[in-house]
């Protein structure tokens, strides 16, 4: 089967996202992508179109709201028509989440979790026999129709584990312990013999482990605690002394504090307020519209001490009616002025347990902006690093353009950094700019 645009644009959008649920959901983004592509035939289904549910799970004590559909069951080796009741969702990525989350707590006896074997594994197959083993679905070939996906598809791409653990041991689930093992085989210098990257903690990747932390002259210990994995993910390959570190950084270096850089700045301000009074920004400790429409002001501060011109791009509250309109808005004030660089900002949304900051981009100049933003905003947040996204502000605006995620919103430690407005507005700044600023 040759795949059409739509198929395509649909697989990336929905790896993407299940990408950005495994680092904190820890299941596979393959397996949560191919099973969005095989119940929901690409987007194209029924339950995808008018209810945002891509996985077709049913009521089941669901206290939100619902759709009722009928549906393919297959009984006795045959498939028949039933009226079920379904989940529905606001947006993919809710249904995304409300799966994941599905496979974390389902308890079907009431006791032992369902899905348990499928949390944490790193190895796709395994992943889907255990979906298929706990009756995840009717169908007797699932796991085979799901690893079939997989392997056509390429959707293993997305599993990629960008948020460091905070601590690995022989205790950990294996997407954690994989990714050590692959750090490891990185950042380990002496004759062992490189891991096989199964996620299972056994002798060779303890023996690996010891012999690293020496290495970079650590503590020697059974578990890798936050700053070793810091170590590993930084790539540090000897000791470091209280002057130096092997530790090297692509981003463009910042040029004299306060050296008057004199650009064209459009600073878009992510989300708006519509016409019926909703709010169109994920909300959480903090409501993202809100918060960035207060940080604003501070980024543009810090910018015109070093010679910038900086134009706030607000679209008008209740105005509008659809968030399409917001967009059109924003590109009719940027696009044919000259700017030298756009920036939006908004903040992430995931399930309060998330935190970090990452910037998007599409182009080469505008991966430069977001690396120089994410590394200011990553000496005070996480860093879940640079990444490039077919967004919309940032393949439709005719100059090199960064969105910038400062943190997450329904994160209370995130938000404990992040109002203090005037450090984190300086941090902003200093990224676009490319200096430090007094």
Avoid at 4 to 15: A, P, Y
Avoid at 61 to 67: A, D, H, P, V
Avoid at 127 to 152: D, F, H, P, T, V
Avoid at 194 to 201: E, N, Q, R, V
Wanted: aromatic content about 8%; proline content about 1%; some cysteine.
């Amino acid at each position: 089967m040759t795949l059409t645009e739509k198929q395509k644009i649909f697989i990336k959008m929905i790896g993407e996202s299940a990408k950005k649920d495994m680092q904190t959901s820890h299941i596979l983004a393959s397996i949560t992508t191919a099973q969005a592509i095989l119940e929901s035939g690409y987007g194209t289904s029924e339950l995808a179109k008018k209810a945002n549910a891509l996985f077709g799970i049913k009521k089941n004590g669901w206290t939100g709201k619902t759709y009722t559909v009928k549906s393919k069951e297959e009984e006795n080796g045959k498939l028949v028509w039933r009226t079920s009741i379904f989940r529905k969702y606001n947006s993919y990525a809710e249904s995304i989440a409300d799966h994941s989350s599905y496979l974390k707590t389902r308890k079907a006896d009431g006791k032992n979790l369902t899905y348990k074997k499928v949390v944490g594994e790193c190895n796709y197959k395994k992943a889907a026999q255990a979906l298929q083993n706990a009756g995840y679905s009717s169908y007797s070939n699932y796991a085979n129709m799901l690893c079939n996906l997989i392997e056509k598809y390429k959707l293993t791409q997305y599993d990629v584990l960008t948020v460091i653990p905070t601590a690995v041991s022989n205790k950990s689930d294996r997407i954690d312990v994989q990714w050590l093992q692959k750090r490891l085989n990185v950042c380990y210098k002496g004759k062992l013999s490189k891991l096989s990257t199964d996620g299972i903690w056994g002798t060779k990747t303890a023996e690996m482990f010891k012999a690293y932390l020496k290495q970079v002259g650590l503590p020697v210990k059974n578990t890798a605690n936050k700053q070793a994995c810091n170590y590993l993910k930084k790539g540090i390959v000897k000791k470091v002394s209280s002057t130096s570190t092997t530790v090297s950084v692509n981003t463009t270096k910042p040029v004299t504090s306060n050296q008057k850089v004199n650009k064209k700045i459009a600073l878009s301000i992510g989300h708006s307020i519509l016409k019926n009074g909703e709010c169109t920004s994920a909300s959480g400790v903090v409501n993202e519209y809100k918060y960035n429409k207060k940080l604003a002001p501070y980024i543009k501060k810090y910018l015109e001490k070093v010679g910038c011109t900086v134009d706030i791009i607000n679209v008008p509250e209740k105005k509008y009616t659809s968030k399409s309109s917001e967009k059109t808005y924003k590109l009719e004030k940027i696009n044919g002025h000259k700017y030298d660089m756009a920036i939006e900002l908004h903040l992430n949304c995931a399930n309060g347990k998330a935190h970090g900051c990452e910037v998007y981009y599409v182009s080469s100049k505008g991966k430069e902006i977001a690396q120089r933003i994410d590394k200011k905003l990553g000496t005070v947040f996480t860093d879940r690093g640079v990444k490039t996204a077919q967004l919309y502000f940032l393949t439709k605006t005719d100059c090199p353009s960064a969105l910038v995620e400062s943190f997450f919103c329904d994160s209370k430690s995130d938000y404990k950094i992040g109002k203090n407005y005037d450090k984190i507005g300086k941090l902003i700044a200093e990224g676009i700019a490319g200096v430090n600023i007094n």
